[in-house]
């Protein structure tokens, strides 16, 4: 017998940023295609790339004065 239960589990699903695919939240990698980390923000690491070349090119014009 089927339970019902699918619609309830679909809420802790969330499509893969690759092939779209649902797949449970919090998985490192896609079980589907083996995409790493695909729930992550690109956003998030863009930000935290952008900060960290801040910092370095700050540090370069305080060394330099
Ligand atoms: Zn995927």
């Known amino acids: 017998m089927q339970s019902g239960t699918s619609e309830h589990d ?3 699903l969330k499509p893969c940023r ?10 490192k990698r896609c079980p589907v295609c083996g995409t790493l980390t695909p729930h992550s923000d ?24």
């Open 18 to 27: 690759y092939c779209k695919t649902p797949i449970e939240k919090g998985l």
């Open 42 to 65: 690109a956003k998030t690491t863009t930000i935290w790339i952008a900060v960290i070349l801040l910092v370095v090119y700050l540090y370069t014009l305080i060394r330099g004065g």
């Open 10 to 12: 679909s809420q802790k």
